[in-house]
């Protein structure tokens, strides 16, 4: 894979995407030499952030796919505030191997 086939955008508490809903971290993935381009929706979940609204996530994730974006849930109930870093890295890793999952299934 060449090193510059890649371009990524990424956003923060974008409102315009699917308003009034907020994306908390949206990214772009745009692939140079196909063209072919994959949007993440990364939504923090649970009640360390706000009310543990379930059905809203639904809604908000229905709405994400009908255009097209892949909604990813990080789900903050098992978040151990003596430990962030651990959790914040184990939350990244997941959320990189699940794109990078995307992007590899095709060639397998």
């Given at each position: 894979?060449?090193?510059?086939q890649y ?102």
């Amino acid at each position: 894979m060449p090193p510059n086939q890649y371009s990524v955008i990424v956003g923060i508490n974008n409102r315009t995407i699917i308003y009034p809903y907020e994306v908390d971290i949206p990214l772009i993935i745009y692939n140079e030499l196909t063209g072919e381009e994959k949007r993440f929706a990364v939504e923090f979940n649970g009640t360390f952030w706000h009310d543990d609204n379930k059905k809203s996530d639904i809604e908000k994730s229905k709405k994400l796919n009908q255009l097209n974006w892949f909604y990813i849930g990080v789900d903050f109930t098992d978040y151990d505030s003596n430990n962030p870093n651990i959790f914040f890295q184990k939350t990244i890793e997941n959320v990189f191997n699940y794109i990078k999952d995307l992007f590899t299934e095709k060639k397998e």
